[in-house]
């Protein structure tokens, strides 16, 4: 059981790191926890508030964990994150796809996270209705 978790926490990152090269790299929980917030300051304020309610909860989620490995984990996918975000305020945050293969290295509670954030992120980009610009448009023709 143990190559496995050591296994999984290698695929994680690209280059295979050990655990000293992996922790000079990464942030401690706090202040990564206070980067990412900060990060989302540049986002649209839907966007934010989506992503400071779900950072918020995961490292809530993952407080009491004690598994090195998988914090390291833990901790560098959200490195990756904070890497991808915008660094000032022009700039514009694109999403990537996720990697297929990232799919089958997901347990069924991640895939139902997964689909959880995808229809909340629905909700919050649902077009407003235009019922209310063709009643509009139809009383200026007449």
Do not use: C
């Not at 202040?31 to 649209?44: A, D, E, K």
């Not at 975000?85 to 022009?90: V, Y």
């Not at 407003?128 to 063709?134: A, C, I, K, L, R």
């Amino acid at each position: 059981m143990r190559s496995t978790i050591l296994r999984m926490a290698e695929s994680i990152s690209k280059p295979p790191l050990n655990l000293t090269e992996a922790s000079s790299m990464l942030y401690p929980p706090l202040p990564l926890y206070r980067r990412l917030l900060r990060s989302h300051r540049y986002l649209p304020a839907d966007m934010r508030s989506l992503g400071d309610d779900y950072v918020k909860a995961e490292f809530r989620r993952h407080k009491e964990v004690t598994n090195p490995v998988y914090i390291m984990g833990f901790l560098s996918q959200w490195k990756m994150y904070l890497d991808e975000m915008p660094r000032a305020p022009g700039q514009e945050f694109r999403g990537k796809k996720l990697d297929p293969t990232m799919f089958e290295k997901m347990s069924n509670e991640q895939m139902g996270q997964l689909y959880e954030l995808m229809h909340a992120a629905k909700d919050v980009w649902k077009p407003v209705s235009s019922g209310q610009g063709e009643k509009e448009g139809s009383e200026e023709k007449s």
